[in-house]
């Protein structure tokens, strides 16, 4: 992150609501389940300070995207999927009004329980409700009952997406939209064999097989639900599931470049709740000769960004029109 990127970010950050401060103090992961550990830890690898560029760099403009995606108006009931920390769903509850409500749905008790913490102490408490479940099962949650459904990064760890966008369909309102972010991984696995996160590796790819290895044995890199779909596929769920009207973006970026970070925060990382950090996968599966080999290979590029940044995103905007086609028209994004 550049200079004029940690300016920007910190003014957000002084911006920022009393939510988003809640979020973003420092949680006790100890005893908490993978997921949970996942977003207070390992997803910014413990570095505190770099949390909070992450949220103000990426993950706040990212929630404003998907919430303008919403057009969330005064007095909407918004049901956020696989919530997380809440950075949707409380984001969804300002933008609804005091006269607005939000459902908080996870299959993580623990980080529900978070979310009911930043509420009580927030003071928007009484303007929530908590389901814990997964998201292709929403039976708690009544046929046609909300007014908006938000999802980011959900998909990729489930399954039956079509079941879940159907679920979604359900649940909404004549009328109501769905707001859905997911990343392309299909996008990434391109590079697959040559690089690790992003880093040349042929010098020692007998080395960090091994780590591949380990991974590819919690994850399949071909039929895993984090690659088992591209935004075609997404395309064509959205609409078999019902909605009658969709809008899809799809952003790519490559650069020869990556972010520098200290060798610490790399190791102390993972790549989503379900594998282990990378420093745990070295301790698992490399002799300390080769684990050695490792660092003087991999350390250098860490700490300088010497690598190659790819990444891919879709964004949906889709609207639940019903039998009689009449829902109040919305805002159109370009000509």
């Not at 949650?141 to 079509?162: E, N």
Request: with cysteine; charged share 30%.
């Amino acid at each position: 992150m550049g200079l004029r990127q940690r300016r920007g970010a910190v003014a957000r950050l002084q911006r920022a609501g009393a939510i988003v401060r809640a979020i973003l103090r420092v949680v006790d992961d100890t005893d908490r389940d993978p997921w949970c550990q996942w977003i207070v830890q390992h997803r910014h690898g413990g570095d505190d300070e770099f949390r909070r560029e992450l949220f103000a760099a990426f993950l706040a403009p990212l929630r404003d995207r998907l919430l303008d995606a919403a057009h969330i108006e005064e007095g909407d009931v918004v049901l956020d999927l696989g919530t997380g920390d809440g950075l949707i769903g409380f984001g969804a509850l300002e933008r609804a009004g005091p006269s607005g409500r939000v459902i908080l749905n996870d299959l993580s008790a623990d980080l529900l329980g978070l979310c009911r913490d930043y509420a009580a102490e927030t003071g928007v408490l009484d303007r929530c409700r908590f389901v814990l479940g997964a998201v292709d099962d929403l039976r708690e949650i009544d046929d046609a009952s909300v007014d908006v459904v938000t999802i980011r990064s959900v998909l990729i760890y489930v399954k039956d997406k079509l079941a879940s966008l159907r679920e979604c369909y359900r649940v909404l309102r004549p009328g109501g939209r769905l707001a859905l972010f997911e990343p392309i991984n299909r996008f990434i696995v391109a590079d697959y064999g040559r690089t690790f996160c992003g880093y040349d590796v042929s010098p020692i790819d007998d080395i960090v097989a091994k780590l591949e290895a380990l991974y590819d044995s919690i994850q399949d890199p071909v039929d895993d639900p984090m690659v088992d779909f591209d935004e075609r596929d997404l395309l064509v769920f959205v609409t078999v599931a019902g909605f009658d009207e969709v809008h899809l973006e799809l952003r790519a970026d490559i650069e020869p470049r990556m972010n520098p970070q200290p060798w610490e925060r790399f190791l102390a990382s993972s790549a989503n709740p379900l594998v282990p950090t990378i420093g745990e996968a070295i301790s698992q599966t490399l002799t300390a000769e080769e684990a050695a080999v490792l660092e003087r290979h991999l350390r250098p590029l860490v700490e300088h960004g010497i690598g190659k940044h790819q990444m891919a995103t879709a964004l949906v905007r889709a609207v639940k029109h019903g039998e009689d086609n009449k829902a109040k028209p919305r805002p159109r994004a370009g000509p």
